[in-house]
């Protein structure tokens, strides 16, 4: 039997608890009937303390405080609340409430100087009282009010939004600037006199008077409907008062007057931003879709989720999925989060959802996304603890019996998963709020308060953060007594906690270092912290004088390899999270190379396969470069920054490998033993360099070679090798007059560009090998190509004559400017003589036939051109680089007599003749 390594990432988790609830500066609870909805919650510019809004049924706690609402009329009562939290002691205080006022409170705000803003509806037709004699009136309109730091009234003023007035009409997002504008967007669902819905942008001076306002009617769809994000309904201006807007609109729509087209696929979604006078500098729709989005007061760049499903013309014409090469149909789809300045022109974007030991499911719509001044983002998710996470290699998070808890991950500037932290441990929970003051991090996350199975009888749930258990208010004996009429419907019956903790809080796993006292992995001499568990990194974190070589079964929660390291890895290691490697791994006679689990093998290092052929049945990315000293078969995509072929074959067993790193070297000593065949290899290029294809069949290696000369438009080429003669059409072409109308039968390239190139050209290089219908003349052979199997060949480009060795034909055409389906074509007769009579006119060759000498002479000097002579049967007899001078003489006196090729390349221009030795 083979040995095998499938235990070196047999990625169990850790059924301990470790790791669970620590790291939280503080936390408390607040319950009623559906859960209190906290809408707003931000810092202090000092950071001391952190101001709150929301609204809830029946009663709300804080504290010491418990407000309370009559129910009215066969439902609960409804409060709203304003309050301040201690960031030091997490103790809040209710500066202002309101119960069951007739005034939704659909976004609510905070400025700098405290004052709180509300944007709502009234559904009371008689006058509102707000107090301090602030009042509103007027059935079905929207309202916009502000509040002091006390909580007292300053003003209101309310706005009808079309011909219809509605109960629903409200508010989408509000802002207030640094010098007190306040900014509101609305939308009134229903339509008006000419079947338009109405979604206006208003600006208001800090005393609540109109500066201006923009009306946007559609008749197909919502203006404005985005999914409602509380964490970033105030987060659409800059500090400049540069408006930016997205909203889902497939029709058309009209937007001050102008009207604009909608998407042209079956969603859309329509940018629109204005300058603080109100002026749109631009409003466009683009086929995708998007959430979470948000603007950088300080930059004014737009940070979202951005979702396409096809390849998108606008904005972003290159997005490629991280599982493309893994998941064919993934090929033309990205979800991620994506940054662009205010002009929409792209700055990054990272592929979450395929980031595969991601501790969260992007894929849901309802993650809280914040963008932090700092470039990082922090993200606010549901929790599952039935599946085990990391993050890098160092955070691991056990399985226990609790289904759920809320998780805060922060990312670092580049985008990447840094770390998380849970709590709230619950048998539901989800996601309200999150805000943040440099890395100090505050949120608002309900949890169920009864058993889901038994809703009748609900038992006091207990949900942790840290030190602090928080008891649910919800689970009243009596719910008739405390919340009236919906006291039989669970779903209504939930928590909302509100924490708050620090990025320095964030758990990390204990580590031990390797210190290579001798070879023993069990030895805890050898470690920095006693030999690692099931809970514990193993680093190896420089050379040391021995590396483990033990047969027994070692174990760690993960494994990481530092720059510098060579470590030769025990077959029988298991790792229950993670592994990565910036060093150098050798594994041997490694057979069976399987992983199980979801996570990814990091690092910039690279991994040497040695010893007996490996069978590669990773499925997961891998980041590593791919060092083989043995063959591999691979069951999966590969997708690899870089792969050195020293002695061993690649069977891509009809799947793609993936070379991401851009440089021509990024794959080395291809050979005639060691190449790739079987399936797709695709390579990342620059604009400029030579990148081989090395490929064939199991018995032959052939290959493709691009030269790319400033190629602008194509940084990707995917080619694919087929043995035998030409499928589709057949060669019926000629170049300068002579016929083409076969080709060799040794195989045929297909390379291909997701993109044409737009400026530029390359040179394409053919060596087949295997052709059972060679010509004895090497001047019989061209670079043919066609657009497809069903298009016709053509020979296209500049003509150089090839050459053969070692049963190799060689053939190369220069100045190509797209890419397409390539062989190597035959003439009728010697395509090179099609030059001669050009030649005739700038070179003169004598005497000819020749014995002992030839001369040739230029019309004009040469500037550091290559000549060859070449034999009719394609063997390169003599050559000389840097010729710079208008006169040569040559010595072919010892040259078999026979019809020899002279090939002189100056620059773009390729010359040829031909002399006869005697």
Excluded at 631 to 650: F, G, H
């Amino acid at each position: 039997m083979k040995n095998t390594i499938t235990s070196i990432l047999m990625l169990l988790f850790v059924t301990a608890n470790a790791q669970i609830g620590g790291g939280w500066d503080w936390a408390f609870n607040t319950g009623s009937l559906g859960g209190a909805t906290i809408k707003h919650m931000k810092y202090t510019a000092d950071g001391s303390e952190i101001l709150f809004g929301g609204t809830a049924l029946a009663a709300v706690y804080f504290g010491s405080t418990t407000l309370t609402a009559t129910p009215q009329s066969g439902y609960a009562g409804n409060i709203k609340f304003f309050g301040k939290i201690n960031s030091a002691t997490g103790i809040p205080t209710i500066i202002r409430s309101f119960s069951n006022l007739p005034v939704n409170f659909d976004c609510i705000t905070t400025d700098d100087a405290g004052n709180f803003y509300i944007g709502g509806a009234i559904s009371d037709i008689n006058p509102v009282d707000l107090g301090n004699g602030v009042s509103v009136s007027g059935l079905n309109k929207s309202v916009v009010a502000k509040f002091d730091a006390s909580g007292t009234a300053i003003w209101a003023k309310t706005f009808t939004f079309g011909t219809t007035g509605s109960a629903q009409t409200n508010i989408l997002k509000l802002a207030v600037s640094n010098s007190g504008n306040v900014f509101f967007w609305g939308f009134n669902p229903n339509v008006d006199v000419n079947n338009k819905r109405n979604s206006p942008l208003y600006k208001l001076d800090s005393n609540g008077n109109t500066l201006w306002f923009k009306d946007a009617l559609n008749g197909s769809s919502v203006i404005g409907n985005t999914i409602k994000e509380p964490t970033l309904t105030d987060k659409f201006i800059d500090n400049n008062e540069n408006v930016h807007l997205f909203h889902n609109a497939i029709g058309g729509y009209t937007f001050d007057g102008v009207a604009y087209p909608g998407g042209s696929a079956s969603y859309g979604s329509t940018l629109i931003s204005l300058n603080s006078s109100g002026t749109i500098t631009k409003a466009q729709t683009y086929d995708g879709s998007v959430t979470n989005f948000q603007v950088n007061k300080t930059t004014g760049n737009l940070i979202f989720k951005w979702d396409q499903f096809n390849v998108n013309v606008a904005p972003f014409t290159n997005l490629p999925h991280l599982l493309a090469s893994v998941i064919p149909s993934y090929a033309n789809k990205f979800t991620g989060m994506v940054e662009t300045d205010s002009n929409f022109n792209f700055i990054r974007a990272k592929d979450f959802s395929t980031t595969l030991d991601n501790p969260f499911q992007l894929t849901y719509n309802d993650d809280v996304y914040l963008a932090l001044p700092n470039g990082k983002l922090i993200i606010q998710a549901q929790f599952e603890k039935t599946i085990g996470y990391t993050a890098d290699v160092d955070y691991v998070y056990p399985i226990d019996a609790t289904k759920y808890a809320t998780a805060i991950i922060e990312t670092d500037a580049n985008w990447n998963i840094s770390k998380f932290i849970t709590g709230g441990k619950a048998t539901s929970v989800f996601k309200q709020y999150i805000t943040a003051y440099n890395d100090t991090y505050a949120m608002s996350a309900g949890f169920s308060s009864h058993n889901v199975l038994s809703p009748t009888t609900p038992t006091l749930p207990i949900t942790s953060y840290g030190s602090v258990n928080l008891t649910g208010f919800n689970a009243a004996s009596d719910l008739t007594t405390a919340y009236g009429v919906f006291s039989t419907s669970s779903s209504l019956r939930n928590d909302v906690a509100i924490v708050q903790t620090k990025s320095a809080n964030f758990p990390t796993i204990t580590s031990t270092t390797w210190l290579g006292n001798n070879t023993n992995w069990n030895d805890a001499t050898n470690w920095t912290n006693g030999v690692p568990t099931t809970t514990m990194k193993a680093l190896f974190n420089a050379p040391t004088p021995n590396y483990p070589l033990v047969s027994t079964s070692p174990t760690a929660a993960s494994l990481q390899v530092n720059s510098g390291v060579s470590l030769a890895l025990p077959t029988t290691l298991v790792l229950n999270a993670g592994l990565k490697n910036d060093g150098n791994i050798t594994i041997n006679n490694a057979g069976f190379f399987q992983g199980f689990g979801t996570k990814e093998w990091k690092g910039s290092g690279s991994v040497n396969f040695s010893g007996t052929a490996v069978s590669y049945f990773y499925a997961n990315l891998f980041s590593n470069s791919l060092v083989l000293n043995t063959n591999l078969t691979t069951q999966y995509n590969l997708r690899i920054p870089t792969l050195t072929l020293n002695t061993a074959k690649v069977n891509l067993n009809n799947k793609t490998l993936s070379i991401t790193d851009s440089s021509p070297t990024a794959i080395t000593t291809a050979n005639l033993t060691s190449y790739v065949y079987g399936g797709i290899l695709e390579r990342n290029i620059a604009s400029a360099g030579s990148y081989e294809f090395p490929m064939g069949n199991f018995s032959f290696k052939q290959s493709a070679i691009i030269d790319v000369n400033n190629l602008i438009g194509t940084d990707k080429l995917s080619a694919t090798f087929t043995a035998g003669v030409i499928t589709g059409t057949t060669p019926s072409t000629s170049y300068n007059g002579v016929a083409i109308t076969s080709a060799l039968d040794g195989g045929w390239f297909k390379i291909s560009s997701k993109t044409q190139p737009t400026s530029g050209n390359y040179d394409v290089t053919l060596k087949i090998q295997n052709s059972t219908n060679t010509s004895a003349n090497v001047g019989d052979y061209v670079v043919i190509k066609r657009d497809n199997s069903t298009s016709p060949w053509a020979a296209t480009g500049t003509y150089n004559l090839g050459s053969t060795t070692g049963g190799i034909v060689t053939v190369k055409n220069s100045n190509l400017t797209s890419f397409s389906d390539f062989a190597i074509g035959k003439g009728a007769s010697d395509i090179s003589l099609s030059n001669e009579s050009f030649i005739q006119k700038t070179i003169s060759l004598y005497p000819n036939p020749a014995s002992s000498q030839i001369t040739l002479n230029f019309e004009n000097n040469l500037d550091k051109a290559s000549l060859k002579i070449i034999s009719i049967a394609g063997q390169v007899v003599f050559e000389k680089d840097n010729v710079s001078e208008n006169n040569v003489s040559l010595d072919v006196s010892n040259f078999s007599i026979g019809v020899y090729y002279v090939q002189i390349i100056n620059e773009d221009s390729v010359f040829n003749s031909k002399f006869i030795k005697q």
